[in-house]
């Protein structure tokens, strides 16, 4: 399980039909698109990667966005056939396709599955209409119970998103909408703290004192605390600080990030992590659509692609690594039980422990895992 962390491919689609007020990724609203020039510019990526890295075995494919639930499914399938075309894949490869449950996406599901994709994250966010008018949701709470269903009964594996510690929401809000969702749940679940990023609508807000209602650090630490209590007893066991999954069922591709294998990143502002002649790179690809459009278009998406120092590879390791229950070797971390001492005896909790030759963040320790990521790095 540890020893070959996996290859993946992530593949950008930069639209959606509106801007979430919360979201900083890098969407964009357009009236129109030309998705023939994506398919080219996407099967172009494709191509030039598989040129450096064709004799890999591909493990799992992600697109995600953006609303990539909004592309049409033949552009997904020309993608996925050039995907069939540029690498060996595993027998058990992950395709996911993020998708908004709106009725219009959800009508696509049995053709996304037709094109290749054999697991959806829904993007549900909350399970009433009103938090989700607030965040600037075009579904409604009925739409998107109804999408997931669909999505349930169209592929093998499902998954949905959902944002707590939102504007007036109080720890009994959260325990009720919570129990909720682990009964509508399938296999897996991902449970996002509302983080207020500058630069968003909602940074914006709340800078000039307009986003009143959020929780108090206090709220939102027992809110992850009762998300943790009631996930593991409903089976939803964490693997993840933020994700859940039954036993198996948990994101192979978002398993190869923190892990730390390699993925190729390809699409409007995409990161990726190769390696090549034993040296890790960076890449990242162009930020602008048009921009990124006409890169491709060229021969080359990237914008930059940076050599990493060890010392670099080591950071990433061990900061993607300890976002997992797992952990990580404790020979990445050197004197890792004189740390583990000493970082225990900092608080009046166990926040660390070796076990199995491993170094795991305690469920304690977890929303402390960047100062306890420090330490160790320091």
Not at 58 to 83: H, N, Y
Not at 254 to 266: C, K, M, P, T
Not at 307 to 329: K, Q, T
């Amino acid at each position: 399980m540890f020893d070959r962390p996996g290859f993946g491919l992530y593949i950008h689609w930069p639209f959606c039909q509106a801007k979430c007020p919360y979201c900083d990724f890098n969407s964009h609203v357009a009236a129109e698109i030309d998705e023939t020039a994506w398919i080219s510019a996407y099967i172009g990526e494709i191509e030039r990667y598989a040129r450096e890295t064709g004799g890999r075995v591909l493990d799992s494919v992600f697109f995600g966005g953006g609303t990539p639930s909004l592309m049409a499914p033949d552009t997904v399938g020309r993608v996925l056939e050039a995907v069939r075309a540029a690498w060996h894949r595993s027998n058990d490869i992950e395709i996911t396709l993020e998708a908004n449950p709106t009725s219009v996406e959800a009508g696509r599901f049995r053709a996304f599955r037709d094109a290749g994709i054999n697991r959806v994250s829904v993007g549900l966010q909350a399970l009433n209409d009103a938090d989700l008018k607030a965040l600037g949701r075009l579904h409604s709470a009925a739409e998107g119970q109804a999408a997931f269903e669909l999505a349930r009964g169209t592929f093998d594996r499902v998954s949905f998103d959902l944002i707590y510690a939102r504007q007036g929401q109080s720890l009994a809000d959260w325990k009720h909408e919570l129990s909720s969702a682990l009964a509508l749940a399938a296999d897996h679940i991902s449970l996002y703290q509302l983080t207020i990023e500058p630069g968003t609508a909602f940074g914006d807000r709340h800078a000039r004192g307009g986003l009143g209602g959020l929780p108090g650090d206090d709220l939102a630490a027992d809110m992850y605390l009762l998300t943790q209590e009631l996930t593991s007893g409903a089976g939803f066991g964490a693997y993840e600080i933020s994700n859940h999954a039954r036993p198996g069922a948990e994101s192979r591709h978002n398993l190869i990030y923190w892990r730390s294998g390699d993925w190729v990143g390809a699409g409007p502002g995409a990161h990726g992590r190769l390696t090549l002649d034993g040296k890790r790179c960076a890449t990242e690809a162009e930020r602008n659509p048009r921009t990124w459009l006409q890169a491709a278009a060229s021969g080359c998406g990237e914008s930059d692609r940076t050599a990493l120092s060890d010392a670099d590879v080591h950071s990433e390791r061990v900061l993607m690594g300890l976002r997992l229950v797992e952990g990580i070797p404790a020979d990445w971390i050197p004197l890792a039980k004189e740390k583990v001492n000493k970082i225990n005896g900092m608080a009046e909790f166990c926040s660390l422990r070796l076990s199995n030759e491993r170094l795991h963040v305690t469920d304690a320790g977890r929303p402390l895992l960047n100062a306890i990521i420090r330490e160790l790095l320091d």
